[in-house]
């Protein structure tokens, strides 16, 4: 499979070897099978959970699966439970393509490890059970049971910890970074509900467990349809969660050679290489601009080059990425593209950085050996650029912005020292900068129109209110507000006054809210608010009184035909949703409201 997977392959093996001997030895043992149909559905259930389930942080493992584990080992023996969670963990990277990254060799690389990690890890729990005492099956609950059944969530905990541990360390990643407490701590949340299916089973209260049955069922789809969904663009973010900090941390720089040393160490964190590459594109002069260049944590002189040199030029012409997993079986076209140089090149993976369908620049990196990069790399890697791209587009207009500045101070500071009276253009000229300055960063976080917030300032606040959140314990609440029947509005009375009743109602809504609130335009009619602090409950009532006020106001002083009624949807952060994922909450909830009545609180 490639140097890169090679010692992954050897501790995969040897975990697989280990697990198979132990749980071959145990099955001999049995005297009994489940009939082939009953094996079929728990594996189905398996799948079923990895599919719709809630999903851990970072690394997008479904952390509900404790549930159908805990259930077999308390209803079947250990080797037997053990052999069929094991088999649903070795289909599921064949079934899931972002979780295995869309390849092949990623699929069976999870599979190889998954299953046998998951064997040993519900053989030890089921053995740390019997010897703690723990009765089996467990066909109801007293006292004495609850220690065995600690000590069995524990172990199974343990073991699935210390081996992803060897997974990703093996794998050259950051463990600190993946195993964060609410990770760790997310599975022993389910061990309950496997505890309570394994107690309605084993006592024959069958129609209690179908009905269990069907409340999980339920519970896991809706759980799932509200915060599973997606844009199309961030479906693909589960294999590495580290893709959203890198976005937060290419996000506001204001220097290309600040944003390059940035984007070297989020590449850093999420590849290998030995040599990489951020390169900008200079049409005018048709050049390749080497902003940063390391090779072996050494850093290389900045310099340019043609435009159509080498591979970085044959990847510009065509707009594509580029991956070589072996550069000893690579096409002789692209060999003679290759510049002549003493390193040695093994694989490598060059991406472009596209901003409104051009090429702005290259991503790139390399390493010695082949078959260290595999299509999942450059899957990674394509989405890293994107981010990367949008970020240039940023720090170049800043820059732009900053050079003309400090050129036009320069320019002003010679003059005055020559001739006193250019003194006053130079204020003047510089009064004009800042004032641009001023507008160019309002006009990127408010509105034209009404003047409050836009939407980009919304998702910045909005995260920036999460951390706090997270950080102090408080509540935090967002509503979605929508004028009603504002499409009436528009064709009735003209675009003037609806304009007009959208200043009205953002002024309206930003002297009610608090100081510390933020009301935001998020869409033609439609408004955000960020209310820190408050709770759903609390949300729902100060919400309540915005209504009522809006709906009292004196609109006729706007138009005297004009009446404004508002409806608004709430949802509170639950400590690990996404800011796309609370939005989409919350405007369930406006739907709700909307499908009321409108002009309602939901």
């Known amino acids: 499979m490639g140097s890169r997977y090679r010692a992954l392959i050897v501790y995969s093996l040897l975990l697989a070897a280990v697990t198979g001997a132990w749980l071959t030895r145990a099955l001999i043992a049995e005297h009994e099978l489940p009939p082939a149909w009953a094996i079929a559905l728990c594996i189905a259930v398996c799948l079923f959970i990895w599919q719709f389930g809630l999903r851990a942080p970072r690394i997008g493992l479904i952390s509900m699966e404790r549930v159908p584990q805990i259930g077999l080992l308390l209803v079947l023996s250990p080797s037997v439970a053990a052999a069929i969670c094991a088999t649903a963990s070795l289909l599921w990277p064949w079934l899931n393509r972002g979780y295995s990254q869309g390849?092949?060799?990623?699929?069976?690389l999870r599979s190889l490890h998954n299953a046998p990690m998951t064997a040993l890890m519900l053989l030890a729990a089921g053995h740390a059970y019997q010897v703690a005492g723990g009765r089996h099956p467990l066909a109801d609950l007293v006292a004495g049971d609850i220690w065995p059944l600690?000590?069995?969530?524990?172990?199974?905990?343990?073991v699935n910890l210390a081996l992803m541990a060897l997974f990703f360390q093996f794998d050259g990643r950051d463990v600190r970074r993946i195993m964060t407490p609410v990770y760790v701590l997310t599975d022993f949340v389910f061990v309950p509900a496997g505890i309570l299916a394994a107690v309605l089973y084993n006592s024959g209260q069958y129609a209690a467990f179908a009905l269990f049955a069907v409340l999980m069922v339920v519970f896991v789809l809706s759980v799932n349809s509200i915060g599973g969904e997606s844009p199309s663009d961030e479906k693909d973010r589960a294999p590495l969660l580290r893709l959203f900090e890198a976005r937060r941390a290419?996000?506001?720089?204001?220097?290309i050679d600040a944003l390059g040393e940035r984007i070297l160490a989020e590449t850093r964190a999420l590849f290998r290489f030995d040599e990489f590459y951020f390169v900008l594109i200079d049409r005018d002069h048709r050049q390749l601009d080497i902003?940063?260049?390391?090779?072996r944590e050494a850093r290389m002189p900045w310099r340019t080059k043609p435009m159509d040199t080498g591979l970085f030029g044959w990847v510009t012409e065509r707009a594509e990425p580029l991956l070589i997993e072996d550069w000893t079986q690579t096409d002789e076209g692209l060999r003679r593209r290759t510049e002549v140089t003493e390193k040695e090149t093994g694989s490598l993976i060059i991406v472009p950085l596209i901003e409104s369908g051009i090429v702005i620049g290259l991503l790139s990196v390399q390493h010695t050996e082949p078959g260290v990069y595999s299509n999942a790399d450059l899957h990674l890697m394509r989405q890293l650029a994107e981010q990367v791209a949008a970020a240039v587009g940023d720090a170049r207009a800043f820059e732009d912005l900053e050079d003309y500045r400090r050129r036009l101070e320069e320019r002003v500071a010679e003059r005055?020292?020559?001739?006193?009276?250019?003194n006053w253009d130079k204020e003047r000229?510089?009064?004009?900068?800042?004032?641009?300055?001023s507008r160019l960063e309002r006009e990127t976080q408010e509105d034209p129109l009404t003047g409050v917030a836009n939407r980009r300032l919304f998702s910045q606040r909005l995260a920036a209110e999460m951390e706090v959140a997270l950080a102090v314990g408080q509540p935090l609440t967002i509503a979605v507000a929508d004028l009603d029947h504002f499409k009436i509005v528009n064709d009735q009375l003209g675009h003037a006054v609806g304009d007009l009743a959208l200043r009205e109602s953002a002024a309206l809504l930003q002297r009610l809210c608090r100081e510390n609130d933020l009301v935001a335009r998020i869409g033609g009619e439609e408004f955000a608010l960020i209310l820190p602090g408050l709770t759903r409950e609390s949300g729902v009532e100060f919400c309540e009184n915005l209504r009522q006020r809006v709906e009292a106001h004196d609109w006729h002083a706007v138009h005297q035909e004009l009446s404004v009624t508002i409806s608004i949807g709430l949802s509170q952060w639950d400590g690990s949703a996404e800011v796309a994922e609370l939005l989409k909450t919350a405007d369930i909830q406006l739907y709700r409201a909307k499908r009321a009545g409108r002009n309602q609180v939901a």
Not at 150 to 158: G, N
């Open 103 to 108: 390849s092949m060799k990623v699929a069976a």
């Open 150 to 158: 600690i000590v069995m969530a524990i172990v199974a905990q343990v």
């Open 250 to 255: 290419l996000h506001g720089a204001r220097r």
């Open 291 to 295: 902003r940063v260049h390391e090779r």
């Open 416 to 422: 005055t020292s020559d001739l006193e009276k250019a």
């Open 429 to 437: 000229l510089i009064a004009v900068l800042r004032e641009r300055s």
